[in-house]
């Protein structure tokens, strides 16, 4: 009867938590369902709000126009819209607890009304952001050639990044390495100190959607067919979960994962999921 019992709740366990990320099972809830496609994901740990681009379908498919694009913010399970500003990205200051937000006219800072207040780089077009937790510098992907510049932003300094040729996407971890895709549709790495950027092997062209750092400092990139691990001490990346879904976007809070795919945002979460490893 013992056996029996043990495997009606393995059985019951497996049929809630039925994701696994790195042999941890997860649940799975969408957190918002919205017209459009949901990118450029990032949290603020200090108040739990999720900062996202939403990008419409049809403009992202006519080349005759501009894209069309607006930033929100999810709060409450309720999406908020920062409607005084062409936003294309965020990034968080845990440290500071300040939201940046990136816009087609320059750099802006969130105040506490959800309203973006210019900061620096008036006239430059910024289409992505990414704030390390452990220095006062921001990356920022300036548009149309997609340069990747660090601004300093207690003497508010712009600096070139001159060995990443461009990004799509990216990501820097602790050490100061670079993670990106360029139009190469490669993912590389540029260690700090080095001039020449080391390339990941297995992953397929075009097939990277998305990075972000999780809560271990790792960097980790969504795929079309899962989440892997990019370690700067291993070229070959460490596959940590399968995906049924083409990502567009990914973010952590502390051990919950966010993952966005066209009008649907994601939260995995271990919370209600058995402590047990898989084996």
Same mark, same amino acid.
């Given at each position: 009867?013992?056996?029996?019992?043990?495997?009606?709740?393995?059985?019951?366990?497996?049929?809630?938590?039925?994701?696994?990320?790195?042999?941890?099972?997860?649940?799975?809830?969408?957190?918002?369902?919205?017209?459009?496609?949901?990118?450029?994901?990032?949290?603020?740990?200090?108040?739990?709000?999720?900062?996202?681009?939403?990008?419409?379908?049809?403009?992202?498919?006519?080349?005759?126009?501009?894209?069309?694009?607006?930033?929100?913010?999810?709060?409450?399970?309720?999406?908020?819209? /920062?409607?005084?500003?062409?936003?294309? &990205?965020? %990034? +968080? =200051?845990?440290? #500071?607890?300040?939201?940046?937000?990136?816009? *087609?006219?320059?750099?802006?800072?969130?105040?506490?009304?959800?309203?973006?207040?210019?900061?620096?780089?008036?006239?430059?077009?910024?289409?992505?952001?990414?704030?390390?937790?452990?220095?006062?510098?921001?990356?920022?992907?300036?548009?149309?050639?997609?340069?990747?510049?660090?601004?300093?932003?207690?003497?508010?300094?712009?600096?070139?990044?001159?060995?990443?040729?461009?990004?799509?996407?990216?990501?820097?971890?602790?050490?100061?390495?670079?993670?990106?895709?360029?139009?190469?549709?490669?993912?590389?790495?540029?260690?700090?100190?080095?001039?020449?950027?080391?390339?990941?092997?297995? /992953?397929?062209?075009?097939?990277?959607? &998305?990075? %972000? +750092? =999780?809560?271990? #400092?790792?960097?980790?990139?969504?795929?079309? *067919?899962?989440?892997?691990?990019?370690?700067?001490?291993?070229?070959?990346?460490?596959?940590?979960?399968?995906?049924?879904?083409?990502?567009?976007?990914?973010?952590?809070?502390?051990?919950?994962?966010?993952?966005?795919?066209?009008?649907?945002?994601?939260?995995?979460?271990?919370?209600?999921?058995?402590?047990?490893?898989?084996?």
């Amino acid at each position: 009867m013992l056996r029996y019992l043990l495997l009606i709740t393995v059985a019951v366990a497996s049929e809630r938590c039925p994701y696994t990320f790195e042999n941890q099972t997860y649940d799975r809830v969408a957190v918002l369902t919205i017209k459009g496609l949901p990118t450029n994901l990032v949290v603020n740990p200090n108040t739990r709000d999720l900062f996202f681009t939403l990008i419409d379908i049809d403009s992202l498919h006519n080349d005759d126009e501009q894209t069309k694009m607006d930033q929100y913010v999810l709060r409450n399970n309720m999406p908020i819209k /920062i409607d005084n500003v062409n936003g294309q &990205a965020a %990034a +968080v =200051d845990v440290k #500071n607890n300040k939201v940046y937000i990136a816009s *087609d006219d320059g750099l802006n800072v969130l105040n506490q009304t959800d309203r973006a207040n210019f900061v620096s780089l008036k006239d430059e077009d910024i289409v992505l952001l990414f704030k390390p937790q452990h220095n006062d510098e921001i990356y920022a992907v300036l548009y149309p050639d997609n340069g990747v510049y660090t601004i300093n932003l207690k003497k508010n300094e712009k600096r070139k990044v001159d060995d990443v040729p461009c990004a799509f996407m990216l990501a820097v971890d602790a050490l100061d390495n670079v993670y990106y895709e360029c139009n190469t549709k490669y993912v590389k790495v540029l260690l700090k100190d080095f001039h020449e950027p080391i390339e990941f092997v297995g /992953i397929g062209r075009n097939a990277a959607r &998305a990075m %972000a +750092v =999780d809560n271990n #400092n790792r960097v980790i990139l969504a795929t079309n *067919d899962g989440l892997y691990f990019l370690s700067p001490d291993n070229i070959v990346p460490k596959k940590l979960m399968n995906l049924d879904f083409v990502p567009s976007g990914i973010a952590f809070d502390e051990e919950d994962i966010y993952l966005a795919t066209n009008s649907v945002i994601y939260k995995y979460s271990s919370d209600e999921c058995d402590e047990q490893r898989i084996q």
